[in-house]
């Protein structure tokens, strides 16, 4: 992944979306959250992430609390695309942004493994991991 691959990946949004929320368990969550926590002193002002790691709903309603959902990309990180905790998830998003009268072809993404049955329009198959060489 370059970084000219991630500056194209986002052309047709209708404005940048910032902060970024991270959706996904176990390794999913750790790569994404480990990344950010060693690299949170460089990062830009304005920038945030935010990460949804378990099914608990008061959880998840905590990292949404203070986000404006018109500007905040949520990326769905699940290796195999079916794991049920992320999957439960991203549906409590997407039904967060059409409640707020938005379309989350929009606003979620997804880095899964090839072959992977998300039924995201907008995904890629850039490794899960940091270290990953698959």
């Known amino acids: 992944m370059t970084l000219k691959n991630i500056r194209s990946y986002q052309p047709d949004l209708v404005r940048p979306l910032r902060p970024w929320c991270s959706i996904g368990i176990g390794g999913s969550d750790l790569g994404p959250r480990a990344l950010y926590e060693a ?39 699940s290796k195999s695309g079916t794991t049920l905790e992320t999957r ?17 072809a929009q606003h979620v ?17 850039w490794p899960v991991s940091i270290c990953s060489t698959t």
């Open 88 to 104: 439960t998830n991203e549906q409590l998003i997407r039904r967060a942004l059409v409640r707020a009268g938005l379309d989350p």
């Open 39 to 77: 690299l949170k002193v460089f990062r830009l002002s304005r920038r945030e992430a935010r990460f949804i790691a378990n099914v608990d709903p008061d959880d998840a309603a905590g990292v949404l609390d203070g986000l404006d959902l018109s500007t905040t990309l949520f990326n769905v990180v």
């Open 109 to 125: 993404i997804a880095v899964t493994g090839k072959g992977s049955p998300t039924g995201i329009t907008r995904n890629t198959t």
